[in-house]
């Protein structure tokens, strides 16, 4: 069945960069997301990955992907205070963009001053 | 509207009850979804709205769940007979074809 895992926690220094990892099990996914969940706000989309890019690029945030393993990552260069949040991968399950989104389990980034 | 709105923020209801969640998606979109999240099972597909095809409700967790969307703009989410396992925050996003999903705030559900 379909299963987007990630790990739970990251602590990270302001101004290192954090790197939050995701393996995903659908194969047929088309897009692939990362949402920032901010405490007490709803979802915010941060940026998406089409399948047959490798690497996306979008001023302080990487996304790479990595098809053959199934492994999504998320890095966010000079990570703020304001960069704690929960942060969520999804896959679009049935390989549409319009498809239902099946989240990870989010990974909780505290940025320590 | 702006954004997609969605009420109540919060209800609290007692465990037998019959709850009704609205949700007014971003007016033209064509898509609707149902997502919940809760501390036991994280962010949880429940149904969704194409258009006029018929909906996809392969996420509902049991017969006491169901939907429906009007005229093709807000919907609605209704839980029978609410247990406790029910209580969690109720998402709900609209989009167009090829175009992200924009998320509500959510209704926080408690069952007591």
């Known amino acids: 069945g379909e299963d987007v895992e990630q790990s739970l926690f990251l602590s990270v220094r302001e101004g290192d960069s954090s790197v939050i990892n995701c393996t995903y099990t659908?194969?047929?996914?088309?897009?692939l997301y990362w949402y920032k969940q901010e405490p007490g706000a709803g979802l915010q989309l941060l940026t998406y990955?089409?399948?047959?890019?490798d690497m996306k690029q979008d001023q302080r945030l990487t996304v790479l992907l990595n098809k053959k393993d199934k492994h999504l990552s998320l890095r966010i260069a000079d990570t703020q205070t304001g960069d704690s949040a929960i942060y969520f991968c999804?896959?679009?399950?049935?390989?549409?963009?319009?498809?239902?989104?099946?989240f990870g389990t989010g990974t909780l980034l505290a940025v320590q001053p | 509207g702006a954004g997609v709105s969605q009420s109540p923020s919060n209800k609290v209801t007692e465990k037998g009850k019959d709850v009704e969640l609205r949700c007014d998606p971003i007016?033209?979109?064509?898509?609707l979804y149902w997502y919940r999240q809760s501390l036991g099972q994280g962010l949880e597909f429940l149904i969704y709205?194409?258009?006029?095809?018929?909906?996809?409700k392969s996420g509902l967790p049991s017969d006491r769940f169901s939907a429906e969307r009007t005229g093709g703009s807000v919907s609605t989410l209704t839980i029978q007979r609410t247990q406790q396992e029910d209580s969690a925050v109720y998402l709900c996003?609209?989009?167009?074809?090829?175009?992200?999903?924009?998320f509500g705030p959510g209704t926080r559900l408690t069952v007591t």
């Open positions: 999804a896959e679009s399950s049935g390989g549409g963009a319009t498809n239902k989104l099946i």
């Open positions: 659908d194969s047929s996914s088309t897009y």
């Open positions: 990955i089409f399948s047959n890019m």
């Open positions: 007016s033209g979109h064509t898509a």
């Open positions: 709205f194409q258009g006029n095809s018929a909906p996809d």
């Open positions: 996003a609209s989009n167009n074809r090829g175009s992200e999903q924009y």
